[in-house]
């Protein structure tokens, strides 16, 4: 009950009397309640308010910035850019809109050009795996870790070591073998206007 429950009088008690003898005995549910009141009960609005402290455990996001340069080189991206068109028609193909054609005329440019992307790169980067442990096999994550090599999905909890599943490999470069450029006045020309005369 949420009211007060304020106290009646003697009269009204002696007659309520009989009216609850008659149904105490015909209802077990409320002669149960008011066994329970009897051996000391309390309703809601008699019960104090209990404070709860409760321990929060806090979840670690790692957020990895983006590195902040004072000046780009970009004579290595065009050159790239370059040789994906060369190779592959890299620029061609994303500045093109396939709405137009279906499924399988797409798919038939894209095994084309992912041959192309694939010879640039296995021709003038060596590429390797971050982790060699096989895929959704556990693995454990040093404390310390570098967050550009390894990134934490789920929920990170205290400060480490880690333990969980690999869920990828992760990708990283350990060599370059991009030709020397000699001239960069034209390196911003990816591919030449073709005119056929």
Not at 5 to 25: D, E, L, P
Not at 62 to 75: G, I, R, T, Y
């Amino acid at each position: 009950m949420a009211d007060e429950i304020k106290s009646i009088g003697f009269v009204t008690r002696f007659f309520g009397a009989f009216g609850q003898f008659f149904k105490y005995m015909g209802n077990g549910q409320y002669a149960a309640r008011c066994s329970a009141v009897s051996d000391g009960h309390k309703f809601a609005s008699e019960v104090e308010p209990q404070v709860v402290n409760k321990t929060v455990e806090v979840i670690k996001e790692v957020e990895v910035q983006a590195p902040k340069l004072d000046s780009v080189n970009e004579d290595g991206a065009l050159q790239l850019l370059q040789l994906l068109q060369q190779e592959a028609r890299f620029i061609d193909f994303v500045k093109e809109s396939v709405d137009g054609y279906s499924d399988e005329d797409v798919g038939a440019a894209a095994r084309q050009i992912h041959a192309g992307c694939a010879k640039v790169v296995s021709q003038y980067f060596t590429v390797d795996v971050v982790n060699g442990s096989p895929e959704n096999s556990r693995v454990e994550v040093a404390a310390d870790y570098d967050p550009k090599s390894i990134k934490l999905e789920g929920r990170v909890q205290g400060d480490g070591p880690y333990a969980g599943t690999l869920i990828h490999p992760g990708w990283q470069v350990t060599a370059t073998n991009l030709p020397k450029v000699t001239n960069t006045e034209s390196l911003h020309i990816l591919a030449p206007a073709e005119v056929e005369v």
